[in-house]
C-alpha cells in the first residue's frame, strides 16, 4: 500500500504541498440525499456533485496523463461523482483499470455513499484502488430517514427509515470488508443542525470499530433545488461544528482540513486548477517529476518538524484565521477569499481547526455594490468572531476597519503559514491583545 503521506486528503500537512484530481465519470445515483441536488452547477461554485462535463474512462485517462505532465506534485486520483461511482460500475472500474495499468505510482481513491460497497469488494481490491471513503450520515434509522428521502437497491425503491436502515447496514458491511483487505478507509459526514449534530458521535464510534482510520466531519452546505433548501435549513455555525468535531477527535483522528471539493477538482486543496488553467504550463519529465516528488518530501518533512505537538492548547490559545489559495502559504487577498482556515496557536505550537468558508468580498465585477459588500464584510467578521488576527496577502482599508471593530487585526503577509502562525501568535501574546 502507497504511502499516506502523500495524500492531501488523508494527511493535513500533505494537503500544503501534493494535489489531488477528480474524475467526472460517474454521473448516475443510487440515493436521493435531503441535501443535495448534481444537477445545479455553478463554475464558480465549490460542492460535492459538481462537475462542468461528465467524462468518458478513455477522455479521464488521458485527462491524467496530462495533467501529470504539468503538475507533478500530483498524488491521488479519485472518482467521487458526481453521482455514486458504485451506481456506474462499468465506467468507474474501466476508470482505474485504466489509471492502475498505466500510471502506477498513482494513488487511486474512491469515494462512496456505501450502498453498493459490499458487492464490488474484489473489484476495488482487483483494480489497485488504495483508498476508499464513505459518506455517513447517520447510525439510526430514525436519524437516517430525515436526511435521506430515498434508495433504489436490487431493484425497488426504498423511502425513509427503511431505505436508512438498509444503507446504514450496508456501510457498515462494506466498511469492514475493505479494512479486513487492508483498505484505508475514511468516513465522511455531513452535519445537520437539529437532525444529526448529537449523533455523530455514535457514527464515529461505529466507524472506528468497523475499521475506519478517521472521521471527516462536514458543515452541511445548502445545495440550491435541493429539499433541505425548500425547508429553509441552514448550515451549522463554526462553534457547533468544532463542538461536534471534538468530540468526535476524543474517539478517531477527524479530518479538519477538508474543502467539501468539486466532483471533478484539480490541484491543491483551496487552488483548484480547471483544463484553461493547466494549459501553456511547462512539462516536466517522469525523471523530473520524480525529483519534484522527492522535493516536496523534504519540504513536507520540514512542515511535519514545525507542526504543533498534539496537545491541546489551553486558555490562552489565540485564534488566527488565514487566507490561502494552497501551497502553505498565506498567498491570497482577503477581498478574494471564500473561505479561511482557522487555527489556534500557543507559544511554539499550532493546530488547524477548520475550514470556514464564505462568500468572496469582491468578485471582480460592477456588480459589487456598497450595500452587497457591507453585508458580505458583516457575514466575514461574524464568521471569524473568534479570531483575534487574520492574516492575508492584501486588504483595503473599509474591509480592515470592519474587522477592527469586530475586534479581528488584518495583518499583510506573504509568508509561509507556519512560520507566520508562530510570529504573529507570539506577537499577539507578548502584547496581550
Known amino acids: 500500500m502507497q504511502n499516506v503521506q502523500r495524500h492531501p486528503c488523508y494527511d493535513e500537512l500533505a494537503h500544503e504541498v501534493f494535489a489531488r484530481m477528480h474524475l467526472a465519470v460517474a454521473p448516475k445515483c443510487n440515493i436521493n440525499c435531503n441535501y443535495c441536488n448534481i444537477k445545479y452547477d455553478c463554475v464558480s461554485e465549490s460542492r460535492p456533485g459538481v462537475v462542468s462535463q461528465v467524462l468518458t474512462p478513455e477522455e479521464a485517462r488521458r485527462s491524467v496523463q496530462q495533467t501529470l505532465k504539468v503538475l507533478p506534485q500530483l498524488t491521488v486520483v479519485g472518482i467521487a461523482g458526481p453521482g455514486d461511482p458504485l451506481a456506474n460500475p462499468v465506467q468507474t472500474f474501466e476508470t482505474f483499470r485504466l489509471l492502475s495499468r498505466e500510471m502506477p505510482d498513482l ?72 479494512a479486513a483487505r487492508g483498505i484505508k478507509v475514511k468516513v465522511n459526514s455531513v452535519l445537520i443542525p437539529g437532525v444529526n449534530d448529537d449523533h455523530l458521535i455514535e457514527v464515529t464510534r461505529a466507524a472506528r470499530e468497523a475499521g475506519a482510520f478517521s472521521h471527516n466531519i462536514m458543515p452541511l452546505i445548502i445545495s440550491p433545488g435541493s429539499r433541505f433548501e425548500r425547508d429553509g435549513r441552514l448550515a451549522p455555525d463554526p462553534g457547533l461544528t468544532l463542538k461536534v468535531q471534538e468530540r468526535s477527535a476524543e474517539l478517531m483522528p477527524i479530518m479538519r482540513h477538508c474543502r467539501q471539493c468539486r466532483a471533478d477538482a484539480v490541484g491543491l486543496l483551496g487552488e483548484d486548477r480547471g483544463g484553461e488553467l493547466l494549459a501553456g504550463l511547462p512539462e516536466y519529465s517522469p525523471e523530473e517529476r520524480e525529483l519534484r516528488l522527492m522535493q516536496l518530501d523534504g ?52 493546530r488547524l481547526l477548520g475550514v470556514r468558508k464564505i462568500q468572496a468580498y469582491c468578485n471582480g465585477t460592477a456588480s459589487c455594490g456598497e450595500a452587497d459588500a457591507a ?39 506573504k509568508d509561509d503559514i507556519g512560520v507566520s502562525l508562530l510570529k504573529y501568535g507570539r506577537l499577539l501574546s507578548y502584547f496581550k491583545i
Open 107 to 178: 494513488q487511486l481513491c474512491l469515494s462512496t455513499n456505501g450502498l453498493k460497497l459490499p458487492d464490488y469488494v474484489e473489484e476495488i481490491t482487483g483494480c489497485g484502488i488504495n483508498h476508499v471513503t464513505v459518506t455517513m450520515n447517520a447510525l439510526d434509522p430514525a436519524i437516517g430517514g430525515r436526511i435521506y428521502h430515498s434508495i433504489y437497491y436490487r431493484g425497488k425503491a426504498y423511502r425513509g427509515e427503511a431505505a436508512a436502515a438498509i444503507l446504514i447496514s450496508r456501510q457498515l458491511e462494506g466498511i469492514s470488508a475493505m
Open 299 to 350: 519540504e513536507l518533512e520540514v512542515r511535519r518538524n514545525r507542526q504543533a505537538s498534539g496537545r491541546s492548547p489551553g486558555a490562552s490559545a489565540t485564534r488566527i484565521a488565514v487566507a490561502t489559495r494552497g501551497g502553505g502559504r498565506v498567498n491570497l487577498h482577503f477581498g478574494h477569499a471564500s473561505e479561511f482556515l482557522v487555527y489556534e496557536v500557543e507559544e511554539d505550537s499550532y
Open 375 to 413: 453585508a458580505i464584510l458583516k457575514e466575514s467578521a461574524e464568521l471569524l468572531r473568534d479570531c483575534q488576527l487574520l492574516l492575508c496577502s492584501g486588504i483595503g482599508s473599509f474591509p480592515q476597519e470592519v474587522l477592527r471593530q469586530a475586534d479581528i487585526m488584518a495583518v499583510v503577509t
